[in-house]
């Protein structure tokens, strides 16, 4: 139930034009002003293959998923090479025996800690309405909406007035840990849908029904799928959606009020697109399940790629079979602890300022000295 654009009604010979006229702009920018850096606020596919026809350099900040640290993405898929290639190597070159003794600590990284603090509740709901309501009347009275064909006015309202009655529900059928304890478990949390993210990331799989169909037809009689709503998306999923898994004998609703790190210490596979979830889940030493072709995870030893579902059954029996003493797990946090380190820079803050109209030049200058560093511009 996600608020749809009116651009998504375009014929497929129109929308293939706009794309096309985007590729002309940004190739005639390339090609008068001749720039060494082509750098975006976020993954961009165009300019990603504009840069690479042209030789360029394509970069986009993105955050590391642990702490405040922040690195550059060389690509649509939040890629980085020297990032892969730090991964593969640690992964290589740490053996069984001097895997690190010294303690490695998992921060939540600021901008899902940021982010996620959602409040529920009608009053809630009302307050975001009021606040929403001027600037939505001025884009309508101006008409913004109809020249940008995006969300419709007053498209979100729907959302956020079911936001509280899907909480609600999920607070009903929802479980916690002690109602599975005689289970082993595979946890599954949402992600955004439709996310402009998870669709650069993960183009080729960002399907959840289909994902969770694959594993729970994957599991073993004493094993159960877990999955847990993304704190954000409240509103945007039918009732229906959900009471599509609640048949399903194997599949289980996870309460909101217990916290995912809960359920990652509980489960024996943590299954991701392309979530923090899969980051956290080689922090706590846990087997990870991979839908996400481009992660970093996936050259780790504890994660399985997998994008079919025979790979799914056979990776989840792979899975499940691994004792939590298994050095491998070790190996992998050690391996991205070190990785995410030595290619990241640390900017405290920034996850706050994405409605800020001021000038923040202390934080300029650290994305600054970081451009030097690592690409010499």
Known sequence: RHPYQSKEYWCNEFKIREILKEFIYWEYIVEKYSPVLLLAPTPNKILSLIAKKKRLTFLWLGYMRFGD??????????????????VQKYAKSISNTNVTETPIEYIQDDISKYKNQVLYGHYHSLKELVSRFPGD???????FYMKNQGYKFLGWYPVILRRTYIYKYFKKYGIRPDDVQNYKL????????PEISLLFRSPEQNNSMEIISWISKSLPADTMLVVKEQPQAYGVRSRRY???????SNVVLA?????????IKRAKIIATITGTVGIEAVYFEKPVLSFG????????PSVRYVNTFESVKDAVKELLTLTPD???FKKSKAALYHAQKENSFRMAGLEKLSKSKKLHMGLAEQVVASLKERYNI
């Open 137 to 143: 009347l001025y884009r309508f009275l101006t008409g």
């Open 186 to 193: 595979v946890f599954f949390p949402f992600h955004l849908e």
């Open 293 to 300: 072709k481009h992660q970093v995870i996936n050259y780790l």
């Open 242 to 248: 959900y009471e599509n898994f609640r048949k399903i």
């Open 69 to 86: 640290r922040w690195f550059w993405g060389e690509n649509e898929y939040e890629q980085n090479s020297s990032y892969i290639k730090s």
């Open 255 to 263: 309460s909101p009020e217990i916290h995912s790190w809960e359920w």
């Open 326 to 328: 298994d050095i491998i």
